[in-house]
């Protein structure tokens, strides 16, 4: 935790900065994730940020262990009236260092795939650091989907990132950006000159 918190602190602040100045009409651009908009999404990782082992614990609880219910309690809990001040929230809870009782590699999935379900709508490019990204896919491919992973869709294919120390699978190849084939991995949709290799229909659909 102590190589990741950093790199999640860095990419709180740079999602900060991408939007701190966008107009009003775009926070409800809808994001990468189905149902949330672009300020849902920022709602989302201002509830990730405060959240702690045994808090999460009592709201899974408390949702019937619902995490689809749990999520959707923590957006309206967080989100403001105006997205400004919740961009403030996410702000002040930057720093911190708390967490679900997770694998410390999904707080990298968190910021990654989160900040590219906000950024990719809008038109927002940003170079994120290669290696933590290459560590958040691996952790995907050991995760299932049932628990927020993607290793299923990578089944009976080979990953080979284009700009990253990563090649995992057998199979058809598919070649990309290690954050490419994250959000592939985790069931965002990707273009489709983003990937290339016999294996690369398969992995978007």
Known sequence: ??????VVHAERQALIRDLDALPALDWATPSLCPGWDVHDVLAHLVDDARTTRLGFLRRLAAAGFDFDRCNARGITRERRADPHSTLAALRAVSGRTTSAPAP????????????????RPLGIERACP?????EALRHQLRTRVQFGGGRERAEGLRLVATDAALDV???????GSALVLLLAVSGRPVGPEELTGPGAAGLVR
């Open 169 to 175: 699978g057998t199979g058809p190849e598919v070649r």
């Open 130 to 134: 290669t290696a933590p990204v290459a």
């Open 1 to 6: 935790m102590t190589e990741i918190w950093p």
């Open 104 to 119: 410390p590699a999904t707080r990298l999935v968190e910021a990654f795939v989160h900040g590219e379900d906000i950024r």
